[in-house]
């Protein structure tokens, strides 16, 4: 175990040309978040948005991977990219419920209504500095989909129907986080400890996952780790699934 630490987390935490815009956009929240720029709500909340933009450009990987295997005689159809949206729209208005419901009960002067999730949306997207945060998270997942997916043409190593399932997971973390640091923010009136809390949480979770994508020898020992952990699964199916989980 101890070998696994270091070898992974070391990995992890080292700047590097594969993490370096991932240290840049937190650095860049940070400074937005110190010079009073963005509110604490801002940041909780951009960062809750992230899921829409995530989910919209699952769908556009999934049609390059239906594309180009119908370019090639595949007879998957583009129908299931409809599927995951309808199911993953469905996904996120519950989850959306969920959170918004957390605020309302915290006393939060935004959201009074958890069930009313597009007029809630719409309050969020008037928060200060929100379409400044929202431009960097769209540009920061939109660089990462063309330089990572498309410039490595990862639609060659994965199915439209892998891909389908790659978003919630991660999604699922990602929003526990914003409501671990909604909870500083609504109940221990703590705005900017729960901003600062929920960039850096962030900032570690896709650290880890970039780090199991372009390293080898880091998702090699993962899988290994975990496999010796539970018998009833081999290494390579291990890693095959964190490889469609850190797409």
Request: with cysteine; aromatic share 18%; net charge negative.
């Given at each position: 175990?101890?070998?696994?630490?270091?070898?992974?987390?070391l990995k992890v935490a080292t700047p590097d040309k594969s993490n370096a815009a991932l240290y840049a956009n937190a650095l860049f929240l940070l400074m937005l978040l110190a010079v009073g720029f963005v509110t604490p709500w801002s940041i909780v909340m951009a960062y809750f948005v992230?899921?829409?933009?995530?989910?919209?450009?699952?769908?556009?990987?999934?049609?390059?991977?239906?594309?180009?295997?119908?370019?090639?005689g595949g007879t998957q159809g583009f129908g299931i990219i409809l599927f995951f949206l309808v199911h993953y729209g469905f996904?996120?208005?519950?989850?959306s419920i969920f959170a918004f419901t957390?605020?309302?009960?915290?006393?939060?002067?935004?959201?009074?209504?958890g069930i009313a999730v597009l007029k809630n949306y719409w309050t969020l997207l008037q928060l200060d500095g929100m379409w400044l945060l929202l431009l960097s998270i769209i540009l920061n997942n939109c660089f990462s989909f063309v330089?990572?997916?498309l410039g490595e043409k990862r639609y060659l190593k994965f199915t439209a129907s892998e891909l389908m399932i790659k978003p919630y997971l991660r999604i699922f973390?990602?929003?526990?986080?914003?409501?671990?640091?909604?909870?500083?923010?609504?109940?221990l009136d703590a705005g900017f400890i729960a901003a600062v809390l929920l960039i850096i949480l962030r900032l570690g979770i896709?650290?880890?996952?970039?780090?199991?994508?372009?390293?080898?020898?880091?998702?090699?020992k993962v899988a290994d780790w975990y496999a010796s952990k539970n018998a009833e699964v081999s290494a390579e199916e291990v890693k095959k699934q964190l490889k469609i989980f850190t797409e």
């Open positions: 175990m101890e070998k696994f630490n270091s070898a992974v987390f992230e899921t829409i933009v995530i989910g919209l450009l699952n769908a556009l990987k999934m049609a390059f991977c239906v594309g180009f295997k119908r370019h090639n996904f996120v208005a519950i989850q957390f605020f309302e009960l915290g006393g939060s002067t935004f959201f009074t209504d330089t990572d997916f973390i990602q929003q526990f986080v914003v409501v671990l640091s909604g909870f500083f923010l609504v109940y896709d650290l880890f996952l970039v780090s199991l994508r372009d390293n080898s020898a880091s998702i090699d």
